[in-house]
């Protein structure tokens, strides 16, 4: 995609940021196969890392609500709250809370990373799982979680590189499969993702200033500190 440019900026432009009702659906069911299963399980023992037994974390871009709910299996003392875009997304969230009994440990609500409904310094630990490609002004949705965030917390902010190193597509390919993998290296074709360079950029134009990028699994992780002290990190 770095080659095309043009068609990269006309894929951003009708590249939809809300996942609308029937795609929501489809997406939904497509988080019930064993492949999201363990990607939702990476993701959330990657973000429980960073996490102690209590404290807030929110994450944007929920999508239908998986991830929150494997991250409560992994730390039930964790206040867990999500948003989404998409009001098709919020109700596939909610529903499947509410199915997995959790309605008294997490909410979701509708929201935009860009104006997040949250006072200053409300989140221990901000995460968003392959939404940040889908925002349509990056840098106002950092600067947004910089303000929610307390002193000392961090934001992992995780998505697919269309530039994705060697290294790391033999271990999904071990993992996952030739064929899955392949669906997902074309599927960077549709969706215009970052490359690890333009994806740390987005941190260094925004109030976090810096940013350092690492892999869990398929998903580069675009890890930010807001400076000061927190209950939550663990370095
Ligand atoms: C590909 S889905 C990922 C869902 C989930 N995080 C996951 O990993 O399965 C991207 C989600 O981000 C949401 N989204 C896109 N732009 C957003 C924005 N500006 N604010 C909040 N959510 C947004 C979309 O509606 C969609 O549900």
Known sequence: MRRFPLVRKLIQKFHPEAIP???AALYDIAGKTRYFRRYYEIMAGDISEF?????SVLD???GPGR???ELHKRRSGLRLTGIDLSAAMVSLANR???KAGLVHAIRVC???AAHMPFPDDSFDLVTSTGSIHHWKDPVLGLNEVFRVLKPGGHALMYDIVSDTPAQVKRQVIHEFGRLTASLLWIHAFAEPFYTCES???LARSSAFEQGRIRFAGMMACLALTKKGQ???SNG
């Open 199 to 201: 994806f740390e950029a």
């Open 51 to 55: 996490c102690k037994a209590e404290g």
């Open 230 to 232: 927190g209950i939550l």
């Open 67 to 69: 991830l929150l709910i």
């Open 110 to 112: 509708e929201a935009n």
């Open 96 to 98: 499947n809370i509410s």
């Open 21 to 23: 009702g029937i795609a």
């Open 60 to 62: 944007i871009g929920t």
